[in-house]
């Protein structure tokens, strides 16, 4: 049991804390004078726990430089404070201080309480829950992540001081102490761990802790950490610095020794010689084992992180793509270094075409000048040869060949005539070249545009007609189809509008729709007795479609639906749940055909539908109907004594549990509606195309009505020319001279005809070119003036790589087509927004493929070899390329090395004297 006081000596390795209250600092119980003096020694200065069991948030404890006296009852804190030494000091597998279980005053405290999970969470009790599951009681952490720490900070006899710590990361979803995130570390001078706080959401990462304490150093294992913790506080003597914390643990741990004998046995006497060679061959062996794993898990860890390396460098290329695309500004909105560059670019563009503008018009006015010169020389010449003409007697010549020029107008307007007539009857397929013909039409057309309107309108009827046809057919297509989407979201075969009657009522009155049934879907047909659906449909109709409401909220339900102006009647009545329902099972009556759905409602439809005014005698024959009761037949027709009834006034079945049925019954109607309105369609097409056909017709008819022959006589004026021309020739013939001179005429008036045309097609060229020079200059004013600001604001920058680069996507994303294509610039320059935007999506794909694969890996290597100073991020490459590098370099060869050198130690140095040990024990 431990003390309920506790004398803790400051030694190189002392345990000192307690609750606050408890310390206290009165002068040491003993001295020696002299016992250290000249000596170097280092004691506990400062205690400090953050989040500890019971000790909530940073507490701190200053010990006396003799002695700190612990005081208090079982319960108050002892045990946790020696803990908490044991948890910074020792390996994670050293048990928890025992002695409180021991206890036979104050709390006990189970293992499963005393653990580093409940430490940090401050469990005080467990709990059951609502299932009778027993689960921790705790002070914080429940259901979010936490933190604590335990630190000593020593002082030496020349006031050098020195701190061990370590702090936890509690994550909230920590079930063991495996759940935990670890970080060992020393620090040479005081360290407050109220500082650490801004470091919990960081997981108290290596790297930021280093940057905000300067000197701090992590460990990541407990045997760095204590070989630093040994070197320094000079803990052990040859190296046994484990074996004092030990036996400092052992005496700490406050178990009871009830004889001299027990404690001479546990703390004075040392073990024989062969049970120290066999505990040294032992550990060699598992020396050996741990040597060999290690080498496999160096092999392992390899062989996880080989293909990191290149995934890294797709993700850095991808990076990079991204970065210096972005470096371009391709989506900013302001000024960019490709907006830059486009300027440069089409500046450039714009000198060239400019330049080559001008040579160009150079060119065409020094063409032009002389076509012009040409055209003077040829009207001369011909001014002087006509005159000539004219003087050889060629004045009938010239009457007779504007009779020629004139009669060619008229032939060529009655051509003209004649050919547009021909455009606009091409439907009637008549030819128009005889006289005979073009009455004959000319007659058809009045008779066919006198009986126009009567055609047309008759076509107009049928066309309405086809309209009116489908006008209920759409109508209904609309219904059922409302009606399938109404039926394949529940079960029954309530009709729409039924069913958004009960789902207005249900919102109103606040009652769930599944709780308002129809009597319809509670009851249906049984299998058996299919053929007498009629019969059933026809009796039961009425109560059907009647609404069931639980009767004890009747009134609310009445009270609620009162403002609604529903579309349509809705028939309800309040029903008793749950009540027991007589059924006459007689398979001859309507009742006994049917079968109940199981629901709260089930027994007052029962005695609902076996009420004698309801459940009809089923009968096969009309003739049967003649008899005492309600009988029905399998028709639907109906008797009660001298009164009858047949038909329904709605056709379509109600009555169901399921609704399969009537779907497929919508499914081929609609089949057949959609059948109906495709030939509707077709009519309706073949309308139209007549009465497209009829005023084409029509048209042409009017063209026909509105010309006469004469209009459009083409071969009269041709007879009329070729007369013309023969009693030319006849003059020419008869005057050698005359001839002549009108030969060169003719050739003359070519001649000019022509070079006015190349004079023109000159002028036409350098216009054009003048206006587009206008153009260009303006453009490139435009231009040069962006550049101009842009230099003068000097807010963005080009360098050559970034122009070169724009330069090679350019010509990428316009090839094969030319990139000095001015006209196709803005054209060219959408192709490269989109190589450059494609680019970039390309990039992002890879890197975020590369990330994840990076986080998968990294991920795996943490479940398999978990280590809580590394991450599992993209960002936590270079220590995992530095694990792999060590490996591929030296690691993996010094783990075979080392398993060689400890088998061989094994083998020839602990078996020899284990065997020896044992022999001289023998003998």
Not at 570 to 578: I, K, M, N, Q, V
Not at 667 to 692: G, S, V, W, Y
Request: net charge negative.
């Amino acid at each position: 049991m431990l003390p309920a006081s506790l004398l803790l000596q400051q030694t190189p390795h002392p345990i000192v804390a307690g609750p606050v209250g408890t310390s206290s600092a009165a002068a040491p119980l003993f001295y020696i004078p002299g016992a250290t003096d000249g000596s170097l020694q280092w004691k506990a200065e400062t205690f400090q726990l953050v989040n500890w069991g019971g000790f909530e948030g940073r507490v701190r404890f200053d010990f006396h430089p003799g002695a700190t006296l612990i005081s208090g009852a079982s319960g108050t804190g002892k045990s946790t404070l020696l803990d908490a030494y044991i948890a910074l000091m020792m390996p994670s597998d050293t048990s928890f201080n025992g002695a409180s279980n021991d206890a036979v005053a104050g709390r006990a405290r189970s293992a499963e309480q005393r653990n580093l999970l409940s430490y940090l969470r401050g469990q005080t009790d467990t709990t059951a829950d609502d299932s009778g599951r027993e689960r921790p009681k705790v002070l914080r952490g429940d259901g979010r992540p936490t933190w604590g720490a335990v630190a000593m900070t020593f002082v030496d006899d020349h006031a050098r001081r020195f701190t061990a710590l370590r702090v936890y990361h509690v994550p909230a979803r920590a079930t063991q102490a495996g759940d935990i995130i670890m970080r060992m570390a020393t620090y040479e001078g005081r360290l407050d761990l109220a500082d650490l706080a801004v470091h919990a959401g960081a997981l108290f990462a290596p790297k930021p802790l280093k940057a905000a304490f300067p000197g701090l150093l992590t460990h990541d294992s407990y045997a760095a950490f204590a070989a630093r913790l040994y070197a320094r506080l000079g803990i052990g003597a040859n190296g046994d610095g484990t074996k004092a914390l030990r036996l400092l643990v052992r005496i700490q741990a406050g178990h009871q020794i009830r004889t001299v004998d027990e404690l001479y046995k546990e703390m004075v006497l040392e073990r024989p010689a062969s049970f120290e060679a066999a505990d040294r061959a032992i550990g060699h062996f598992d020396d050996l084992e741990v040597a060999y794993n290690a080498m496999r898990t160096e092999q392992q860890k390899a062989e996880l992180l080989g293909a990191i390396t290149q995934k890294h460098a797709d993700l850095v290329a991808a990076m990079a793509t991204i970065e210096r695309i972005d470096t371009f500004g391709l989506n900013a909105t302001d000024d960019s270094p490709i907006l830059l560059w486009r300027l440069r670019r089409e500046a450039a563009l714009l000198e060239a075409v400019i330049t080559d503008n001008r040579a160009k018009h150079e060119h065409a006015v020094k063409d032009h000048t002389g076509a012009d010169k040409d055209v003077r020389s040829l009207d001369e010449e011909l001014g002087a040869t006509r005159a000539a003409h004219q003087a050889a007697g060629g004045a009938e010549l010239d009457s007779l060949a504007q009779q020629v020029t004139q009669a060619g107008r008229s032939r060529d307007e009655r051509l003209a005539r004649r050919n547009g007539l021909a455009e606009r009857t091409v439907c009637l397929a008549t030819p128009l070249h005889d006289n005979d013909v073009f009455d004959q039409l000319h007659a058809t057309a009045g008779t066919f545009l006198a009986h126009y309107e009567a055609a047309s309108k008759a076509l107009r009827d049928s066309r309405e007609g086809l309209r009116d046809r489908s006008f209920p057919l759409l109508q209904r297509r609309k219904a059922l189809s409302d009606e399938q989407a109404s039926l394949s979201g529940r079960a029954g075969r309530v009709p729409k509008f039924l069913d958004d009657l009960r789902r207005q009522a249900a919102e109103a009155s606040g009652i769930d729709v599944a709780d308002l049934p129809f009597v319809a879907e509670l009851i249906d047909v049984a299998p058996e007795h299919a053929r007498w659906r009629t019969a059933v449909e026809t009796v039961l109709g009425a109560s059907a479609r009647l609404l069931l409401v639980p009767q004890e909220q009747l009134e609310a339900f009445s009270t609620a639906i009162d403002p609604l102006r529903l579309r349509g009647r809705l028939t309800f009545e309040g029903a008793r749940l749950h009540q027991t329902g007589h059924l006459d099972e007689d398979s001859t009556k309507v009742a006994g055909k049917l079968l109940f759905k199981d629901s709260p409602f089930a027994g007052w439809v029962r005695r609902h539908v076996s009420d004698p005014v309801r459940n009809a005698l089923c009968v096969e024959r009309p003739h049967q109907l003649d008899g005492p009761g309600y009988r029905v037949t399998l028709a639907g027709q109906t008797r009660l004594g001298v009164r009858g009834s047949h038909g329904r006034n709605d056709q379509s079945n109600i009555i169901g549990f399921s609704n399969e049925d009537a779907i497929a019954d919508i499914e081929r109607e609609l089949d057949q509606i959609t059948e109906a309105l495709d030939k509707i369609d077709e009519d309706r097409k073949a309308i139209d195309e007549e009465r497209d056909e009829l005023d084409r017709r029509r048209s042409a008819y009017e063209a026909i009505r509105a010309i006469t022959w004469e209009d459009i006589d083409v071969a009269s004026v041709e007879a009329r020319i070729a007369e013309l021309q023969t009693a030319r020739q006849a003059i020419l013939d008869a005057d050698d001279r005359l001839q002549a001179l009108q030969r060169r005429i003719d050739e003359l008036e070519m001649n000019v005809d022509k070079a006015r045309e190349r004079r023109f097609d000159l002028k036409r060229q350098k216009d054009d070119l003048d206006t587009a020079w206008a153009s260009l200059t303006r453009r490139q004013d435009n231009v040069n003036g962006e550049l101009s600001r842009l230099r003068q604001e000097q807010r963005i920058a080009l360098s050559d790589e970034q122009a070169t680069a724009l330069d090679e996507h350019f010509i990428a994303a316009v090839g094969p087509a030319n990139p000095n294509d001015l006209d196709q610039f803005p054209a060219n320059l959408a192709r490269l927004h989109q190589r450059l935007s494609a680019a970039v999506k390309q990039a992002q794909a890879q890197a975020q493929n590369s990330e994840t694969e990076l986080e998968r890996i990294f991920t795996a290597y943490q479940l398999k070899f978990n280590d809580p100073n590394l991450g599992r991020s993209a960002a936590s490459y270079p220590d995992y390329a530095a694990i792999l590098d060590t490996i591929l370099t030296t690691g993996l060869h010094e783990r075979r090395e080392e398993w060689r050198q400890r088998l061989m130690k094994w083998s020839g140095e602990d078996l020899v004297p284990l065997a020896g040990a044992m022999d001289l024990r023998s003998a």
